[in-house]
Structure formats: C-alpha cells, structure tokens
C-alpha cells in the first residue's frame, strides 16, 4: 500500500507537469486512481496465473494449529464471507425415517468376508495415480476409441481392472476429494474449497501415516489451485511437489504448468531414491487438459492426441519401474479424477461421461483380473484400506466392492445441481432446478430417484456436522 501510494504521488508531482495538473487535476486523478486500483486488484487476487489467491496458499505444515496461524486474519475474513452456506438445510426431500430407511442398506458399515484378495502383501509401496480427465471414451476395452491409449490398454490385461467404474463429480478438485476420502461429489459446492470442512475428512493417506508410510504428492501444475494445497496438508501428506519446484522453462511447458513427460520421469526419479519402506506417494497429471496443447502429435484430432501422449508417458513410465527393484513391492493404482465425454465435450450430465478406468498394477499384484461390478471412484478408499488390512469404518460413503457385505452394486454421480443413480436396472439423471428426471434409460424409477436423493441429503447433512 505505501509502494502504490508513494507512486501515486509520485505520478502527480514529478511526471506530470505542474500546469496539466492543476488545468487536469480531477481528470488525472481519476486516470491514476483507475490504473492503481487495477494493479492493486491483481495483487489481491494473486497475480494473473488460473489460480486465485486463497487460505490454503499459506498453508505449510502438516500441523493445522500452524496453517491456522499463518493465515491473514483480514483475508480470512473476506474469504468466509461467501462460505456461509448451511449444508444441512439444504436437499431436504425427505423426513428423518424415511432418509434412514432408504439411506441405510446402501452403504453398509459391515464390512463382511472377503471374497478376494488380490495383493501377494499386506503393506505394499503405493503410488496412486490420478489420472486428469481420463473418461472411458478413450479407453477400448472400455468400448472407447481406439488407438489413442495402447500402452495403457495393454497394461489393463497385467492387473486388476475395474471396468465398471464411475467418478462421483465433474471437476477435478471435487473428484480428488472423491478418490482420496472416499467422499461424495457435491452439486452446489467444491469441499476442497472449504478447508474448514476438508480438513476433517477422512484419508488414504492419513490412515496410511498411522501404520508407519511416509507420504507425499506431486502436481505439475499450481497446488495452491482450489486449496488443493490445504487439504493434502491436512490429509497426511508430509512433503508436496508442485511447479514452482521444477525450472521456468518446466512450469511454461503446458498452460496449466509442467508436462507429464518431465512430471513422470521426475516421479521415476524420485522412487529410484526412496530408501524408507513403507511408502505412499500422490501424483496427478496435467497434460490431458484443455486447451490440451502437447509436444506430441501422434494424432490429428488433438484433444485425443494429449490423451494418446499421457499414455505414451504413463507406458514408458510403467516400462522403466518394470526393471527397477521397486516394481516388487509396489502397488501402483491408477484412476480418473473425473470423466470425459468425447465427442460430445462439456455435456457433464449424460452417463457416458462419468465412466472411467481404475487399474491395479504393480508387483504386489497377485495375478490379472477383471472386476465389472457397478462401482463409484470413492469406493476406491474402502475397498484399497480392506486390501491392507486396516480399519476404514470412518470412510461412511466408500464401500469394499471386494467384500461380501457388496451386495447391491450401484453408482451415484453429480454435476452442477444434479446427480445421477445407476444400478442393474438402469441409469437415471435428476435435474435438482427443474426438479424434474433429465435422462432415463432404459425407464423411470422411482427406486433410483428416491434412493439418489437419500444419498443427496445424506451427504448434505453429514457436511453441514463437519466443523
């Protein structure tokens, strides 16, 4: 403030001459306050990069108390500002009984038998893969085009394959929330954004730090983007890696930051040197995004040309950890933040873009599988904690698609103010505006409905309790 004021008057006194200013002066001081409190407004939103300023900017600890310290009381004040939201008042379709009694057999708390177990140990190394956009409709098996993800289609027959998976949300700071807390996309708000809310999750990672792994993250793009930031730091994640770690040329390789090339060979490096077992290590890619402009160009359409180039990094990435003495130990899973429907890009509401892969890999794979059981991207928490053993009762809307508990398979998916429910009987898309079902197939049902609306405001109340 004393930099803009100081220039201000400087302007005023020495640039401009003594008689403009007094025949100009309320003519220029308008001029000069315009232009300084545009330069002022890029300072408070944090520059012109995507990302905004945010709390979790200043967040460095994994201990909150300090996070909390750090934050600019001021700042913090206008951000809650517009985080008044009361989550429980909100998607009230039904009384108390009723929302029970259809809420309660869909996530069961038994865990049950375990039908398979598909790891050769109980505390594998873990990488987890999050893979940007990567929606089923370019992956072949999954029925989508082919040829444009060969190195990962070939993998899909070296592991576990869930080929009936779906994201629970659209964007992929929600879908983050999704894979790693095994929480439900909301339609109306973004968790990640809330720290004070995200930080209360549960977490892979956390449960993974109380059994002795040591943990960390890496994104090749802004971490601060979404308070992504905060919350891996409140999740357990001792260490983050993100693009003001790698070199100027690096972060302008893509729009969004540094390309899955260097990402993927910084990554590989990084495992090379780990020397402390047990370990869980976060990654998520960037290239496969719009404006998708990537240093590759084995494809002419190009927005199937950046998905065929996070293949071709992935593929040579998998190759090299095959000769590493890392690969016998590890467990390298690899999921969709969330889908992508091509050709038809941006129609966020219809099924077909909510259907991604998720792949188990590595050689702590016992031995190749297809799972095609109906399935959400959240259960991916309960499901991977029951594989190893430990406790995930606080994981209330992930389930263990491995355990004979599973018993009515079913996927429940959001998009802005509406959700979806599929089962054995078929898909239905509610739009909460209209209040009105948008998309049925292969008919209406009044099962589906009313069971996505229990899980809607289920989901609701249990976040509107999180303080």
Not at 103 to 117: H, Q, R
């Given at each position: 403030?004393?930099?803009?004021?100081?220039?201000?008057?400087?302007?005023?006194?020495?640039?401009?001459?003594?008689?403009?200013?007094?025949?100009?002066?309320?003519?220029?001081?308008?001029?000069?306050?315009?232009?300084?409190?545009?330069?002022?407004?890029?300072?408070?939103?944090?520059?012109?990069?995507?990302?905004?300023?945010?709390?979790?900017?200043?967040?460095?600890?994994?201990?909150?108390?300090?996070?909390?310290?750090?934050?600019?009381?001021?700042?913090?004040?206008?951000?809650?500002?517009?985080?008044?939201?009361?989550?429980?008042?909100?998607?009230?379709?039904?009384?108390?009984?009723?929302?029970?009694?259809?809420?309660?057999?869909?996530?069961?708390?038994?865990?049950?038998?375990?039908?398979?177990?598909?790891?050769?140990?109980?505390?594998?190394?873990?990488?987890?893969?999050?893979?940007?956009?990567?929606?089923?409709?370019?992956?072949?098996?999954?029925?989508?085009?082919?040829?444009?993800t060969p190195n990962f289609n070939r993998l899909s027959k070296e592991g576990v394959f869930f080929t009936n998976c779906y994201a629970n949300s659209y964007r992929t700071d929600r879908g983050t929330i999704c894979a790693l807390s095994g929480?439900?996309?909301?339609?109306?708000?973004?968790?990640?954004?809330?720290?004070?809310?995200?930080?209360?999750?549960?977490?892979?990672?956390?449960?993974?730090?109380?059994?002795?792994?040591?943990?960390?993250?890496?994104?090749?793009?802004?971490?601060?983007?979404?308070?992504?930031?905060?919350?891996?730091?409140?999740?357990?994640?001792?260490?983050?890696?993100?693009?003001?770690?790698?070199?100027?040329?690096?972060?302008?390789?893509?729009?969004?930051?540094?390309?899955?090339?260097?990402?993927?060979?910084?990554?590989?490096?990084?495992?090379?040197?780990?020397?402390?077992?047990?370990?869980?290590?976060?990654?998520?890619?960037?290239?496969?995004?719009?404006?998708?402009?990537?240093?590759?160009?084995?494809?002419?359409?190009?927005?199937?040309?950046?998905?065929?180039?996070?293949?071709?990094?992935?593929?040579?990435?998998?190759?090299?950890?095959?000769?590493?003495?890392?690969?016998?130990?590890?467990?390298i899973i690899c999921v969709a933040d969330h889908g992508f429907y091509y050709p038809k890009e941006g129609l966020n509401t219809l099924p077909k873009f909510y259907h991604i892969p998720m792949l188990w890999l590595g050689g702590a794979i016992k031995e190749p599988m297809a799972v095609d059981k109906i399935m959400n991207q959240a259960d991916l928490s309960a499901t991977l904690l029951a594989q190893l053993g430990i406790d995930h009762s606080k994981?209330?809307?992930?389930?263990?698609?491995?355990?004979?508990?599973?018993?009515?398979?079913?996927?429940?998916?959001?998009?802005?103010?509406?959700?979806?429910?599929?089962?054995?009987?078929?898909?239905?898309?509610?739009?909460?505006?209209?209040?009105?079902?948008?998309?049925?197939?292969?008919?209406?049902?009044?099962?589906?409905?009313?069971?996505?609306?229990?899980?809607?405001?289920?989901?609701?109340?249990?976040?509107?309790?999180?303080?």
């Amino acid at each position: 403030m004393l930099v803009l004021a100081a220039l201000y008057c400087y302007l005023l006194t020495i640039i401009i001459p003594d008689k403009f200013v007094s025949r100009f002066r309320k003519v220029t001081q308008s001029l000069l306050m315009l232009l300084t409190t545009g330069v002022l407004f890029i300072f408070i939103r944090g520059g012109v990069t995507e990302s905004t300023s945010n709390v979790g900017q200043v967040y460095f600890s994994n201990d909150q108390f300090l996070n909390h310290s750090a934050v600019n009381p001021t700042f913090s004040l206008l951000s809650s500002l517009n985080k008044t939201q009361d989550f429980g008042e909100e998607f009230n379709f039904f009384d108390e009984d009723r929302r029970e009694k259809l809420f309660e057999a869909l996530y069961p708390n038994s865990d049950g038998d375990s039908i398979v177990n598909v790891l050769k140990t109980k505390k594998p190394n873990i990488l987890l893969i999050l893979m940007e956009s990567f929606g089923a409709s370019f992956i072949e098996p999954l029925g989508g085009l082919p040829d444009v993800t060969p190195n990962f289609n070939r993998l899909s027959k070296e592991g576990v394959f869930f080929t009936n998976c779906y994201a629970n949300s659209y964007r992929t700071d929600r879908g983050t929330i999704c894979a790693l807390s095994g929480y439900l996309g909301l339609p109306t708000a973004s968790v990640m954004k809330l720290p004070v809310k995200s930080q209360t999750l549960p977490a892979i990672s956390d449960e993974l730090v109380k059994v002795g792994y040591t943990t960390d993250f890496l994104y090749g793009g802004d971490i601060n983007f979404t308070n992504m930031k905060s919350y891996l730091l409140s999740k357990g994640y001792q260490k983050t890696t993100a693009d003001k770690d790698f070199s100027l040329s690096e972060q302008r390789s893509n729009a969004w930051g540094v390309n899955d090339n260097i990402t993927f060979n910084y990554l590989f490096s990084e495992i090379e040197k780990k020397r402390k077992e047990p370990w869980h290590t976060g990654f998520l890619t960037l290239s496969s995004h719009e404006p998708f402009e990537v240093p590759y160009s084995r494809l002419k359409d190009k927005i199937p040309n950046a998905f065929a180039y996070t293949d071709e990094c992935f593929g040579k990435f998998i190759d090299k950890l095959k000769k590493s003495p890392a690969w016998d130990n590890l467990l390298i899973i690899c999921v969709a933040d969330h889908g992508f429907y091509y050709p038809k890009e941006g129609l966020n509401t219809l099924p077909k873009f909510y259907h991604i892969p998720m792949l188990w890999l590595g050689g702590a794979i016992k031995e190749p599988m297809a799972v095609d059981k109906i399935m959400n991207q959240a259960d991916l928490s309960a499901t991977l904690l029951a594989q190893l053993g430990i406790d995930h009762s606080k994981f209330n809307f992930s389930r263990n698609i491995l355990s004979s508990s599973y018993k009515y398979p079913f996927a429940f998916y959001t998009f802005n103010n509406g959700f979806s429910f599929r089962d054995s009987t078929g898909v239905t898309v509610y739009d909460n505006n209209s209040n009105k079902v948008i998309y049925q197939d292969p008919s209406e049902s009044s099962d589906r409905i009313d069971r996505g609306k229990a899980i809607l405001q289920t989901v609701y109340d249990d976040l509107g309790a999180r303080k």
